[in-house]
T-cell receptor, first 108, second 115 residues
Framework: RKEVEQDPGPFNVPEGATVAFNCTYSNSASQSFFWYRQDCRKEPKLLMSVYSSGNEDGRFTAQLNRASQYISLLIRDSKLSDSATYLCVVTFNNDMRFGAGTRLTVKP | DADVTQTPRNRITKTGKRIMLECSQTKGHDRMYWYRQDPGLGLRLIYYSFDVKDINKGEISDGYSVSRQAQAKFSLSLESAIPNQTALYFC??????????????FGEGSRLTVL
């Protein structure tokens, strides 16, 4: 079993749709959680950190469920510019493990 | 100019050749990392360095070596390249331990093809 697992997609959604991604992790002692965004042929960039209480940044909402060992990312009112691969990252003792990513395509 | 710079950006080489990928950063971060990215596997850590004298193996260090020449420079070497080392390689820095976010700042990547 991979340490961090994501549905690879692709998710193809129309503009304005709401889409959600989940990511599960195997190490129950994991300490920090992040979502990164990676555009095609580009480097990953931090989208948002994920806090136990959940957090929101504009159209993006991240949630953490420690009991079930998953994090989620919700994107509301999808834009064409949201098309990218979304990487889940889980940290334990400075060891950051990446999921393989979920590809999102937002269509007109 | 990019804060984390990788050279070369693209390289095609032959099996058995020695290859060096270089990374330099202007962010003043102590921690530097080398990852490789393969389709369907995500990013995997090759080596990381918490300062000039502290170098550690990551998940997949076999076949690779690194050198931390200075705080700002971290190079990755493939002593004898093989085709399954064909991948996209990323260098990254982190603001830990002084920073609080743990965010990784990536270079633009080096695409390596081994024939």
């Amino acid at each position: 079993r991979k340490e961090v697992e994501q549905d690879p997609g692709p998710f193809n959604v129309p503009e304005g749709a709401t889409v959600a991604f989940n990511c599960t992790y195997s190490n129950s002692a994991s300490q920090s959680f992040f979502w990164y965004r990676q555009d095609c042929r580009k480097e990953p960039k931090l989208l948002m950190s994920v806090y136990s209480s959940g957090n929101e940044d504009g159209r993006f909402t991240a949630q953490l469920n420690r009991a079930s060992q998953y994090i989620s990312l919700l994107i509301r009112d999808s834009k064409l510019s949201d098309s990218a691969t979304y990487l889940c990252v889980v940290t334990f003792n400075n060891d950051m493990r990446f999921g393989a990513g979920t590809r999102l395509t937002v269509k007109p | 100019d990019a804060d984390v710079t990788q050279t070369p950006r693209n390289r095609i080489t032959k099996t058995g050749k020695r290859i060096m990928l270089e990374c330099s950063q202007t962010k003043g971060h102590d921690r530097m990392y080398w990852y490789r990215q393969d389709p369907g596997l995500g990013l995997r850590l090759i080596y990381y360095s918490f300062d000039v004298k502290d170098i550690n193996k990551g998940e997949i260090s076999d076949g690779y070596s690194v050198s931390r020449q200075a705080q700002a420079k971290f190079s990755l070497s493939l002593e004898s390249a093989i085709p399954n080392q064909t991948a996209l390689y990323f260098c990254a820095t982190s603001d830990l331990p002084r920073g609080i976010t743990g965010e990784l700042f990536f270079g633009e990547g080096s695409r390596l093809t081994v024939l």
